[in-house]
């Protein structure tokens, strides 16, 4: 196998591995940077090894039982060593354990789920919760979140130290929450593992509309999180979500990469296979019971679309409803924009237009180029083309993705013939 080859698989392997031996150690060494230091020692040692020796049968099983190791190693000179890692230096002296994994399942499962509620403590700001969230528990490198976001590489770097001291200094503990606060942490970590797709799905900034590497990650995060806490309604609810709007990148953009609007875009090239993800997420909130949360409400309404063969045949009045529902337990500007798209396509532009007239003076939306833009559609429907060229350019003026931008300038050009 050739080098490059073998390399790239065995960072597939990190990338699938990482989180439980970064999880793992943190909890044998109390600190989240040196289990991340010693993790990274460990990955070191595997791209040195495997390409002489082949990759393992059980390569998380190697790399875990190689973590732990150093971790004793690095506990013994500290003269830390208590009886407990004794036995186990002493058990994996001479041997790796590849029924590791297998022998402590749930336990690694705890452990990730830790971490999980760690990296996205709301004592870090949202950006640092996202960053440290990708690195420690998606295992991407430094460079691959700012290429992934756009910034400069010691951008990101120095927001992962700082957000490793912020936790180190305000004590946050290795845990799942306690039944006081699980709810808003749980919310917390849907709330990382969704802004991180959302960038990927609408790109903030940048040439392209999608990063799919962003999307991948959170999806892939999201379907993880199912499996520590199957149990949690809302868990399904954001993967639902997440996979139906996963469906339609493929008809999102044209061959140049353009943006196409949900309304104009071909849904024969939508993926049936993410729907039917999203569908099944869908069924199991309902399997669970209880109140329907933000993510599955907003699942809900995606579903909508994906269930009609054209804009035409789209529930448009459930959609409605639905976005009626999303604003009494998640109340937003946003939301209500949301809703008046929806009205304005079940009982016409003047309903939609009176909603946005509405939102003008939310401080929240000053500088949200989809308030603009919608006002706009509402104002072309109306026949009212000089006001809604005036909307179109204020939009593009807002944003900081060129294909928005050179859709929304063409819209605006495309209103004055």
């Given at each position: 196998?050739?080098e490059?080859?073998i390399h790239?698989?065995?960072?597939?392997i990190?990338?699938?591995?990482?989180?439980?031996?970064?999880?793992?150690?943190?909890?044998?060494?109390?600190?989240?940077?040196m289990?991340e230091?010693?993790?990274?020692?460990?990955?070191?040692?595997?791209?040195?090894?495997w390409?002489?020796?082949?990759?393992?049968?059980?390569?998380?099983?190697?790399?875990?039982?190689?973590a732990?190791?150093?971790?004793?190693?690095?506990?013994?000179?500290?003269?830390r060593?208590?009886?407990?890692y004794?036995?186990?230096?002493?058990?994996?002296?001479?041997?790796?354990?590849?029924?590791?994994?297998?022998?402590?399942?749930?336990?690694?499962?705890?452990?990730?789920?830790?971490?999980?509620?760690?990296?996205?403590?709301p004592?870090?700001?949202?950006?640092?919760?996202?960053a440290?969230?990708?690195?420690?528990?998606?295992?991407l490198?430094?460079?691959?979140?700012?290429?992934?976001?756009?910034?400069?590489e010691?951008?990101?770097?120095?927001?992962?130290?700082?957000?490793?001291?912020?936790?180190?200094?305000?004590?946050?503990?290795?845990?799942?929450?306690?039944?006081?606060e699980?709810?808003?942490?749980?919310?917390?970590?849907?709330?990382?593992?969704?802004?991180?797709?959302n960038?990927g799905?609408?790109?903030?900034?940048?040439?392209?509309?999608?990063?799919?590497?962003?999307?991948?990650?959170?999806?892939?995060?999201?379907?993880?999180?199912?499996?520590?806490?199957?149990?949690?309604?809302?868990?399904?609810?954001?993967v639902a979500?997440?996979?139906?709007?996963?469906?339609?990148?493929?008809?999102?953009t044209?061959?140049?990469?353009?943006?196409i609007?949900?309304?104009d875009?071909n849904?024969l090239?939508?993926?049936?296979?993410?729907?039917?993800?999203?569908?099944a997420?869908?069924?199991?909130?309902?399997?669970?019971?209880?109140?329907?949360?933000?993510?599955?409400?907003?699942?809900?309404?995606?579903?909508?679309h994906?269930e009609?063969?054209?804009?035409?045949?789209?529930?448009?009045e459930?959609?409605?409803?639905?976005?009626?529902?999303?604003?009494?337990?998640?109340?937003?500007?946003?939301v209500e924009?949301?809703?008046?798209?929806a009205?304005?396509?079940a009982?016409?532009?003047?309903?939609?237009?009176?909603?946005v007239?509405?939102?003008?003076?939310?401080?929240?939306?000053k500088?949200?180029?989809?308030?603009?833009?919608?006002?706009?559609h509402?104002?072309l429907?109306?026949g009212?083309?000089?006001?809604?060229?005036?909307?179109?350019?204020?939009?593009?003026?807002?944003t900081?993705?060129?294909?928005?931008?050179?859709f929304?300038?063409?819209?605006?050009?495309?209103?004055?013939?």
């Amino acid at each position: 196998m050739k080098e490059t080859s073998i390399h790239q698989r065995i960072e597939s392997i990190w990338r699938a591995e990482s989180a439980k031996v970064v999880a793992s150690l943190t909890r044998m060494v109390k600190d989240i940077s040196m289990a991340e230091d010693l993790a990274q020692d460990t990955l070191i040692i595997a791209l040195e090894r495997w390409p002489v020796s082949d990759i393992p049968e059980n390569p998380g099983a190697w790399l875990m039982t190689v973590a732990k190791r150093k971790a004793i190693d690095m506990l013994r000179r500290k003269k830390r060593l208590d009886q407990k890692y004794e036995q186990m230096a002493h058990s994996m002296n001479t041997h790796y354990d590849y029924d590791l994994a297998d022998e402590m399942d749930e336990e690694i499962k705890d452990d990730v789920l830790r971490l999980i509620f760690m990296t996205c403590h709301p004592v870090l700001s949202k950006n640092a919760r996202v960053a440290l969230t990708l690195r420690l528990v998606g295992g991407l490198t430094t460079e691959e979140i700012a290429n992934a976001f756009l910034v400069h590489e010691p951008t990101i770097a120095q927001r992962v130290v700082r957000a490793k001291r912020k936790l180190v200094e305000a004590n946050v503990p290795f845990e799942v929450p306690k039944k006081a606060e699980y709810a808003q942490r749980l919310s917390s970590v849907l709330e990382v593992i969704y802004l991180m797709f959302n960038e990927g799905y609408s790109a903030s900034t940048g040439k392209h509309l999608i990063r799919m590497n962003l999307c991948n990650e959170a999806l892939r995060m999201g379907r993880a999180l199912v499996e520590l806490i199957g149990l949690e309604p809302e868990v399904h609810g954001l993967v639902a979500l997440m996979e139906i709007q996963a469906s339609r990148f493929k008809a999102r953009t044209n061959t140049e990469g353009e943006m196409i609007l949900l309304l104009d875009q071909n849904r024969l090239l939508w993926s049936q296979e993410h729907i039917n993800r999203g569908f099944a997420s869908l069924r199991k909130v309902e399997d669970l019971g209880g109140t329907i949360g933000l993510y599955a409400l907003q699942a809900a309404i995606a579903a909508c679309h994906a269930e009609a063969d054209s804009p035409e045949k789209t529930n448009w009045e459930r959609i409605s409803t639905l976005y009626r529902a999303l604003s009494h337990i998640a109340p937003s500007p946003i939301v209500e924009l949301n809703r008046a798209v929806a009205i304005s396509m079940a009982y016409g532009p003047i309903a939609g237009l009176e909603i946005v007239d509405s939102l003008l003076k939310e401080p929240a939306l000053k500088n949200y180029h989809l308030l603009p833009s919608a006002k706009g559609h509402f104002l072309l429907k109306l026949g009212r083309k000089k006001e809604a060229n005036k909307e179109f350019q204020r939009a593009a003026s807002l944003t900081q993705n060129v294909q928005e931008q050179k859709f929304l300038l063409k819209q605006a050009k495309d209103c004055m013939k």
